[in-house]
């Protein structure tokens, strides 16, 4: 059972050189309200984990616009031109995962897994110092489980208990990652009493689910 | 007659339609693969992907219809879903990718070679993006199909052997530019359709891959 809690509140649970989970992809189902809220603390030495870097201006962009990240795990950076340049300078280190090796190794992490085997990245660079596992004579490359001391995950509807419901294309990552995170907060669009999400709709339960936030309607 | 660089892009979109089967469900690449669907024969119904969460994504909504809030493509751009169609989480969409669920993926390229090995997510140095869901969807799906232009700048793409990063190794089936057909094959890069704006020596001038010519070349339509 979720607590619902105050956006100054949930702020201050992310410190200084934690790893966090974001969901949302092209910052569409992004926590973009308790993001924009730690970009402005200024909360420092960050790792961040999330599938892109949204936009310039974007969600989690300005974690990476006021200097916040000192790692970024991510499978696409591209439309974002600030953590080129940070990377060039190597102020930023970015880890390029591939879209789906990123879910899977944040599933792994969340489901109690010691890793995945998957035939993604063989012969690429991202095979580079990874164990090749054969099963069956078919190669596979071991891909660690990731986890996050908060992951940060956003519904369209979300119940005061903590169960979530995602509209259209908004579900993506935050689904996985509110099972890999010590501590999970979901930032709610639209907070609902118990029974506003039909059981059936709930796609994240709220066993998973420690804070809430409200966010913008 | 020349064609310039819509026209161009316009017949490679037209002759990658036509590898597409009705009820087939594929995945399209940014860029000129987005322009695949408007040249389907009208008794052709595909199923799109947008591996950020769409099974059957419709059309580009227009300004009124869009929710860039909640429907967005992979490119983060308004997307649309229509009756019939599944929002999905991207635990599922690269089940469906890894898994063999995919009939056909078409994409661009910065390279291939004769062995179908592709590269198109990195120049080191230069462009940094990031491989998204490529390595995922060239490994994964029953079908790689490259849709580009056979060279950048007059500088062949289609090479003995990539020198990029890979993005994947032995994994495209079929590459169609401007000038014709190429299929990979156990005995190397075989040129089964011809562009006959062109002849075989130019297609050999433009590639620095060793190319078969098909025994039963046919005019690429």
New interface residues.
Partial sequence: MAKIIGLDEAVEIVQEGMTIMVGG?????GANTIVEAIAARGTKNLTLIA??A??PGMGIARLVENHLLRRLV??????NPEV?RQ?ATGELGVE?V????L??RI?AGGYGLGGVL?????????AEGKEIITVDGKDFLLEKPLRADVALICG?TVDRSGNVW???????????MAFAADTVIAEADHLVDVGGIAPENV?TPNVLVDYIVEGRP | MTMDKGQIKEFIARRAARELHDGDFVNLGIGLPTMIPEFLPPDVHVILE?????VGAGPRPDAEHA??????????QP?S?PPGGA?????V??GL??GGHVDATVLGALQVDQEG?LANW?IPGK??????????LV??AKRVIIAMEHTQKGEPKILKRCTL?????NCVDLIITEMGVMAVRPEGLVLTELNPQFTVADVRAATEADLIVAADLVPMA
Avoid: W
């Avoid at chain 1, 992809?25 to 189902?29: K, L, R, T």
């Fill in positions: 992809f092209m910052a569409c189902g599938n892109d949204a936009k991510a499978s696409h950076v591209g439309l080129g990377m390029l591939p879209q789906g090796t879910v899977e599933r998957t035939p993604t990245g063989i012969g690429t660079l991202v369209h995602y509209k259209g294309t908004s579900r993506n990552f935050n689904q996985v796609v | 947008s591996e950020d969460g769409i929710d860039p809030r909640y429907v967005v493509d992979a490119g983060g997307a879903c929002y999905i989480s991207s635990v969409s690269f990718i890894r090995s990195i462009m940094v993006p990031g491989m998204g869901g490529a390595m995922d490994v994964g990063p890979l993005t994947a190794v």
